[in-house]
Nanobody, 120 residues
Framework: QVQLQESGPGLVKPSQTLSLTCTVSGGSIITDINYWWTWIRQPPGKGLEWIGAISTSGSAYYGPSLKSRTSISRDTSKNQFTLQLSSVTPEDTAVYYC???????????WGQGTQVTVSS
């Protein structure tokens, strides 16, 4: 059973960098072939927005709307991957999820989500 757990601050000030970590257990971010490890968010009252993903080889890809402010990296020794979103505004307030996605765009495991509020 793969488990993902998001962690990070729940409150970030405008213009700062949001940093979240997803810790994976029961699976491997480097050996689970054909899977990607992703970040997704859901702003209040809106739908899910795909932020980006990192592959088992360490290649990162980003959604177009946030690409200029997003960086996804990983710590293989801790089986974790991290999201950094710079220059945040209140519009970045959302529940942030990490998830595993496989062949056929199947999202099979999700973290429980973490609320991040951007406010001064």
């Amino acid at each position: 059973q793969v488990q993902l757990q998001e962690s990070g601050p729940g409150l970030v000030k405008p213009s700062q960098t949001l940093s979240l970590t997803c810790t994976v257990s029961g699976g491997s971010i480097i050996t689970d072939i054909n899977y990607w490890w992703t970040w997704i968010r859901q702003p209040p009252g809106k739908g899910l927005e795909w932020i980006g993903a990192i592959s088992t080889s360490g290649s990162a890809y980003y959604g177009p709307s946030l690409k200029s402010r997003t960086s996804i990296s990983r710590d293989t020794s801790k089986n974790q991957f991290t999201l950094q979103l710079s220059s945040v505004t209140p519009e970045d307030t959302a529940v942030y999820y990490c998830a595993r996605v496989g062949v056929g765009n199947l999202y099979d495991y999700w973290g429980q989500g973490t609320q991040v509020t951007v406010s001064s």
